[in-house]
């Protein structure tokens, strides 16, 4: 196990497929607005893919401690 006491930072790999790895990253820990945003910029793409997912209900947009981040709304049937 590893427990996330401080900021892991914004390193995280583009992969082919932005809007995938965005929803696999924040189902399993929030990411900040400025990682997402760095992801998005390396995949060449903007925060209207972000802004997409939380308008469709994938993901959700909290602000906590003063920074904004993006977790993933795992629904329920």
């Known amino acids: 196990m590893e427990l996330l006491t401080a900021y892991e930072g914004d390193a995280f790999p583009p992969l ?7 929803l696999a990253v924040t189902a399993v820990h929030p990411m900040r607005e400025s990682a997402v ?3 998005l910029t ?4 903007d925060m209207a893919l972000a802004q997409e997912l939380v308008d469709s209900g994938e993901l959700r ?3 906590h401690g003063g ?11």
Do not use: C
Not at 69 to 76: G, S
């Open 16 to 22: 082919d497929d932005p809007r995938g790895q965005l």
């Open 37 to 39: 945003r760095a992801l």
């Open 42 to 45: 390396r995949a060449g793409m």
């Open 61 to 63: 947009k909290i602000e």
């Open 67 to 77: 920074e904004v981040f993006y977790i993933r709304h795992l629904h329920r049937n």
